[in-house]
């Protein structure tokens, strides 16, 4: 159905120079990887920020030129989608420190001339969103319409609540927390053992030569593991039990092993090890719990929607409740819908219909409400 | 505009009572009908609370701001007064911790206004009596066995409750087929609704 996207896109990039991280330390040039779909209207007002999750990329929609697959998020963006393409400007970027296109350890540290490696400095969630707003302001757009992102991505949404409350109408946080938990850091820790216990990895300075793609592939088996449900993975993998063989010798025997082994295999071809660590430890860091969550002196008027899935059992939807109490207590407008889904945190991903009702409705009625002067 | 066709004569006794441009909380909202008619015609600004999820995509699509939650376990995170009136339309009867929800509601809301059927109405009384078996009208369709319905009291029992919990009964009004009743509203309304206050 190629003729509902927003068909053949590019990777564009936008670069700036000193950026300061949160830490202090300075990145003597960045470059953020982004792609726009529809168009941004005179007045600048239509324009939608998309962000994503933790290995995600700024290719959220559309094909690239000889792709067979499309981006991310194709089913909710596009024309009469849940993000509509017909009235909206949607941008997309891939995060600082990530491996797509942005700033991130893979690039080359002016000052070597080599890749950065682990001498990339610790940056933050505060860190992606301020690259963002750079890239924001570079289309001239003065407040945005809606910061969206589910996961990671909905860190993002959380952190540009606190951080520019008053550049943004709407906020759509999906599946995601306040603040990371013991079990979050958790499960990403064991993903960066397994990479640093790799020994291609070499304390980060491994590009040029063989990859730590064994550990790479182990943390992604995990993750994937931790985005899925116990009843999506039965479905998925209905048991047979395959026949113990004299010639047994842990191979892959069972279907839910071949698979993660494939995805493991698959993803370091896309991914870079580094930023795999740099990542995850954002978003152990994120807490925008210890804040005060929405600055109390700030009059502030966002609209949120709030979701959650039922069956994700990595970003609860009592972490998204709480997110709706903070809201409540400081009186702000919130819709929460905690969807009927099986597929555990990669429902985000998935539950196309339900949160295209929701998606779309909600910014439909709030850009009537804030520009056209009612519902 | 939309469509009055699913609201009740209760629905606009309600919009008769609530102030222009005020906060309301909308306690099991349902498909947002009634929110919807309040933000037209009063231009209140309202929040609903609902548990079905079909009806939260309802509302959303009408553009009202609601919760997907139980009544019971909504309301403790708003402040003090945070809304001039927390209606329970029709939805009191699926509470589980009535005390609880009411204490909460007399917390957070200057007034509360509470619609619900009446149990001792003459037909379910006459119903029980002499068919000996559990009403169904109305106001009440389901059977016993596949109800949502957890509590089925009268208006008097309602009074009763407000005056054991200290609750001031502000205005009271009675409904019965569309109709005010002012002659033995416990016998004959099948509707009532209360504005209280702390």
Redesign the interface.
Known sequence: MKKKDVGIVKTEYFTFKNFTLENGKILPEVTIAYETYGKLNDKKTNAVLITHAFTGNAHCAGYHEGDEKPGWWNMLVGPGKAFNTDKYFIICSNVLGGCAGSTGPSSINPATGIEYGTDFPAITISDMVRAQKKLVEFFGIEKLLCVAGGSMGGMQVLQWVMDYPEYIYSAIPIAITLKSTPQQIAFNEVGRQSIMGDVAWKKGHYYGGPEPDKGLAVARMLGHITYMSDYSMQKKFPVKNPELNENFDFNADFEVEEYLRYRGSSFVKRFDANSYLYLSKAMDYFDVQKDNFLPEEKNLNIKFLVISFKSDWLYPPYQSENIVKQLKAKGQEVTYCNIYSTYGHDAFLLEVKDETNLIRNFIDNLYKEVFEGGK | MASNKNLLLSHFKIADIVTEKSKILDLGCGNGDLMQYL?QTKKVNA?GVEIS?DA??K???????????DIDNSLD???NN?FDFVILSQSMQQVKKIDEVFKQCTRIGKKIIVSFPNFAHIALRSMLFFKGMAPVAKALPNQWNDTPNIRFFSIKDFENFCNYNGYKILEKYFISNSKYVHVMPNLFAQQAVFVITK
């Open positions: 933000e929040q999820e939260i995509y509302c959303v699509e009408k553009g009202l701001c609601v919760l997907h939650s995170s708003y402040p945070s």
